[in-house]
């Protein structure tokens, strides 16, 4: 599994010279994200001369998406926009690069493994399945979203779908203005190159070059689309179902041991805290945020009324004394004549004196049934805790209609995120 990364600047990757097995030519790559566990990786390549390499067997399902420059696959040249998917253990035709292009390079569930053959003619592995995929991106028209759910002005182009894991590569457009006002969270991956435009989110801003890998589960949200839209190439090892949240928090905190005032300063902070202050979002943005609101109370949707963080009243501090509420109730209680009938019952004699004071505690007052929402357990995958995967909670996992809907995880922090952009707690 792949690291989360969000969000980043490919300006901050360094070059290394690309692993393209069997090519002639030469060329340079930035790692955008790499799982170390089975190759699986996401790049971004530059050839600086012409580049070549014959008809071969890809070790891994590998795409080739052209940014500028130019493409050309089994004798059929194309420019920008062009995308090749082939699948693992199924023979390609040649395929060349002329000096200065510019691509996005994908490899999944194998490493840069290429195995030469006489011709696309040849030979599959066994249980290879699916064709190659040759398509021209600027020629196909683009389509509305057809997911019930987001606002209208969000519009995609599929360039692959695997029939049976649903895995997809797709570029996605989000028109001026489009906007959402929820978080999601979904049972797959998602990752996305950012190829045009200007977006803001919780973790940062959107422009070109910018990049995600965002491991199934992790929330995110409260996108509102810039001057002139944005557009992505977007990636997903499933069906992207959209799970959404509202009103979200988060709160953490400790005691210092060896630093702060005295050593022992105690603090803590939540995701309230972390938007008040003057990264927080533009009256525009907000405005953005509040149509998305109207919207969805236009068709229907359960859908509460939208708070920005730093706003109003801190959610985290209400759940805090609602906690410390329903403990009192089920800690004890007292009876009115200054008799604690709590655990315990203050004797502190250690002798027997004839009397069941657990019935006598028991006298009609049974522990008061709290609602907290759904069962925590409810909220994972059966195999969650029991699979080849328990170890690594970012792993997605196979879901259908009527399963239940697994919870979030906690990724407030990914590993790697630099954006040029804001990036604060709003969303969280």
Not at 265 to 271: E, H, K, T, V
Not at 341 to 357: A, I, N, P, R, Y
């Amino acid at each position: 599994m792949r690291p989360h990364v969000e969000l980043i600047q490919e300006d901050d990757y360094v070059w290394h010279s690309a692993e393209l097995v069997g090519g002639e030519g030469r060329a340079d790559e930035r790692r955008l994200s790499v799982d170390e566990e089975d190759g699986s990786s996401s790049l971004r390549i530059d050839f600086h001369t012409d580049w070549g390499r014959g008809p071969g067997i890809h070790h891994a399902d590998t795409e080739y998406y052209v940014l500028s420059g130019s493409m050309t696959y089994d004798g059929r040249e194309m420019g920008k926009g062009a995308y090749v998917y082939v699948p693992k253990g199924v023979p390609a035709g040649a395929i060349t690069f002329r000096e200065g292009s510019r691509i996005l390079h994908y490899r999944e569930y194998g490493d840069a493994g290429f195995d030469r053959v006489d011709s696309p003619a040849a030979p599959r592995w066994d249980g290879a399945r699916e064709d190659v995929i040759v398509l021209d991106s600027e020629a196909m028209n683009w389509d509305a979203v057809p997911n019930a759910g987001p606002m209208p002005g969000l519009f995609i182009k599929y360039l692959h779908i695997d029939p049976i894991t649903g895995f997809y590569t797709r570029l996605v457009h989000a028109q001026e203005g489009w906007a959402d006002h929820r978080l999601a969270h979904h049972p797959c991956y998602e990752e996305a190159y950012t190829t045009q435009g200007l977006m803001e989110y919780n973790f940062g801003t959107l422009d070109l070059g910018t990049y995600f890998f965002r491991p199934a589960r992790v929330k995110h949200g409260h996108f509102t689309s810039m001057e002139g839209g944005a557009t992505w190439l977007l990636r997903s090892d499933g069906e992207l179902r959209n799970w959404y949240t509202q009103n979200e928090w988060l709160r953490w905190g400790g005691e210092a041991i060896n630093y702060g005032e005295g050593g022992g300063m105690r603090w803590s902070q939540s995701s309230h805290d972390l938007a008040d202050r003057p990264t927080r979002r533009s009256a525009e943005d907000l405005r953005t945020l509040r149509r998305a609101l109207e919207y969805q109370r236009e068709t229907g949707a359960n859908d509460g009324d939208y708070i920005p963080h730093g706003q109003g009243t801190d959610p985290s501090l209400t759940a805090i004394a609602k906690a410390l509420d329903i403990a009192r109730l089920q800690g004890g209680h007292d009876d009115g004549h200054g008799h604690d009938h709590g655990h315990g019952h203050g004797h502190g004699h250690g002798h027997d004196d004839g009397h069941d004071h657990d019935e006598e505690h028991r006298h009609g007052h049974e522990p008061r049934a709290v609602d907290w929402g759904a069962d925590f357990a409810t909220l994972e995958h059966p195999d969650q805790r029991t699979d080849a995967h328990a170890h690594n909670w970012g792993r997605g996992r196979p879901w259908k209609e009527g399963d239940a809907i697994p919870g979030p995880i906690i990724s407030s922090l990914p590993v790697r995120s630099r954006s040029r952009g804001r990036w604060d707690g709003d969303g969280m």
